[in-house]
């Protein structure tokens, strides 16, 4: 009887440190949250935090993540179209070929995020963060990015048509070959910025800051643009 309760308490012991190796090994976010499933369930999760969670092929179209954080999360080809995403974090957060097309993200930030084509059209964007951003091949096409600062970007080759940029800070980001023809970029502060191959073909550059600091004059090919 005793070598037996010897070999169970040994047994106990075992699987003790087992069960600890194992949940001190696995990743915070591997543990489903209340707000994760809340937010697939309900498709509305309002001031959540879903910092580092794994949404990544996810469909979430139409959600409503208002004031959540979402600071690091893997949103790689999630649809987030047409979703409510105002006053929402997502600095660091991977959004390669996300789909944001239509979405309102309003005062949100996204300092850092990986916008790589990613799919923004017609979304709006006002009053954005989103320094130190990858938007590489991304789509802005009719996008409204009034007043973002989007400084120290990468934004080449990315579509960018009708889009609105009124007073956007673009300084010392990298637009070349991307296309901004037909947007509205008045007052832009483009100082510092690469603009080798950039289609700016009727676009409203009045009052803008270019590249070498002066205002525009109408003359973009000095910087590599097109016109």
Do not use: W
């Amino acid at each position: 009887m005793k070598l037996k309760s010897c070999f169970h308490g040994l047994a106990t012991i075992a699987l003790s440190i087992f069960l600890s190796l194992t949940l001190f090994n696995l990743p915070a976010k591997a543990f489903v949250t209340p707000e994760y499933e809340q937010l697939l369930s309900t498709g509305s999760c309002v001031r959540c935090d879903l910092s580092g969670a794994d949404l990544s092929n996810k469909n979430l179209h139409g959600s409503t993540l208002d004031g959540s954080n979402l600071s690091k999360a893997n949103l790689s080809h999630t649809d987030l179209s047409d979703s409510l995403l105002n006053d929402t974090k997502f600095d660091e957060a991977d959004l390669t070929e996300a789909n944001l097309s239509g979405a309102f993200l309003e005062a949100s930030t996204l300092t850092g995020a990986n916008l790589t084509s990613a799919n923004l059209s017609k979304s709006d964007l006002y009053n954005a963060l989103m320094s130190k951003t990858k938007l590489m091949k991304a789509n802005l096409t009719e996008a409204d990015l009034t007043s973002v600062v989007l400084s120290d970007s990468d934004l080449s080759e990315v579509l960018g048509t009708n889009v609105k940029f009124r007073g956007g800070v673009l300084s010392r980001s990298n637009l070349s070959n991307a296309n901004f023809s037909q947007s509205f970029l008045r007052n832009t502060r483009l100082s510092g910025a690469t603009l080798k191959g950039t289609n700016l073909s009727e676009a409203d550059l009045s009052n803008a800051v270019m590249p070498d600091g002066t205002t525009y004059n109408g003359d973009v090919s000095r910087f590599g643009a097109v016109q």
